[in-house]
């Protein structure tokens, strides 16, 4: 038996590995106390997400999210890890004319229904996601509430 005790990384430490693992497909935007800001090349993220899991113990995914900004979409994602309270935020662009990112859901079992939020809400779609489909509003429903284009009715 070990007396080792395990050291997870600090937001620094984390910063330098992802950019050197994967070197030219994110961009670190910043660094705080307990958060390592990342953006992150859509086509790598659930590479980035399996190896924040396996090899810089973030064990979670607090939050999956969309955010419209009218030109392009974003796909945010908020993983926790639990021995050091640091969080990564990666945020992965998406064109508005293909509006398609890799589940993460078989990393996250709990990412499931931040994935299907995310698609009811904006119409993003998660590609190998096992059951996307809509949670509070009818299938028959064609509308994605949270986008900006979407118009309350009686609005011009």
């Known amino acids: 038996m070990t007396d080792e005790v395990f050291q997870a990384p600090s ?3 984390i910063s330098d590995l992802l950019q050197c693992k994967f070197s030219g497909k994110v961009e670190i935007k910043g660094t705080e106390e307990r ?5 992150v090349d859509r086509d790598f993220i659930h590479d980035i997400c399996m190896y924040s899991r396996d090899n810089l113990s973030f064990e979670h995914v607090t939050s999956i999210m969309g955010n419209d900004m009218k030109d392009h979409m974003e796909v945010i994602y908020l993983l926790s890890n639990y021995y050091n309270g640091v969080i990564i935020e990666l945020t992965a662009e998406l064109p508005v ?22 698609y009811e809400l904006f119409g993003i779609i998660f590609d190998g996601h096992p059951k996307l489909k809509r949670l509070l509003t009818p299938d028959t429903y064609e509308f ?12 011009e």
């Open 11 to 13: 937001p620094q430490e």
């Open 35 to 39: 958060r390592v800001y990342v953006k």
């Open 144 to 155: 994605y509430p949270f986008r900006k284009s979407y118009k309350l009715r009686g609005q």
């Open 97 to 118: 004319d293909d509006l398609r990112i890799r589940s993460t859901a078989d990393i996250w079992t709990g990412g499931n229904w931040h994935e299907r939020e995310t």
